[in-house]
């Protein structure tokens, strides 16, 4: 049980939201929450976990083989997850920003 969670790295922002949607989903489908409601918490923590998926699925990992230059002597590989925008990426992160916001407007309007 402690190597699941010695792999479980946190490297990316994103990779924090999903943590915390996934946290608080879970806190609004077992506790009750006394801030809001547990659907309001359900629906704003959902979209936070939308926005973390859409966002991870928006930095793949990409890699690129640099030949020698006079700045790598012997070339190299490098690698990184800068952003490249995919369909379902950017579905799931309008499908989240709309959850968030109309999260927020149900919590303002009912308070």
């Given at each position: 049980?402690?190597e699941?969670?010695?792999r479980l790295?946190?490297?990316y922002w994103y ?15 077992t506790?009750d929450?006394r801030?809001?409601s ?7 923590f959902?979209?936070v976990?939308?926005?973390g998926l859409?966002?991870w699925i ?7 083989i640099?030949?020698p ?9 490098i ?5 490249s925008?995919k369909?379902?990426g950017?579905f799931?992160?309008a499908?989240?920003?709309l959850?968030?916001v109309?999260?927020i407007a149900?919590?303002v309007w009912?308070a």
């Amino acid at each position: 049980m402690s190597e699941l969670f010695a792999r479980l790295k946190v490297e990316y922002w994103y990779h924090a939201l999903l943590l915390i949607g996934a946290a608080g989903i879970i806190a609004a489908l077992t506790i009750d929450i006394r801030a809001m409601s547990n659907k309001q918490a359900l629906a704003l923590f959902g979209g936070v976990f939308l926005v973390g998926l859409g966002e991870w699925i928006n930095h793949p990992l990409q890699e690129a083989i640099v030949p020698p230059n006079m700045y790598m002597r012997g070339g190299g590989k490098i690698s990184g997850h800068p952003r490249s925008a995919k369909p379902l990426g950017l579905f799931f992160d309008a499908l989240g920003v709309l959850l968030i916001v109309g999260a927020i407007a149900r919590i303002v309007w009912t308070a």
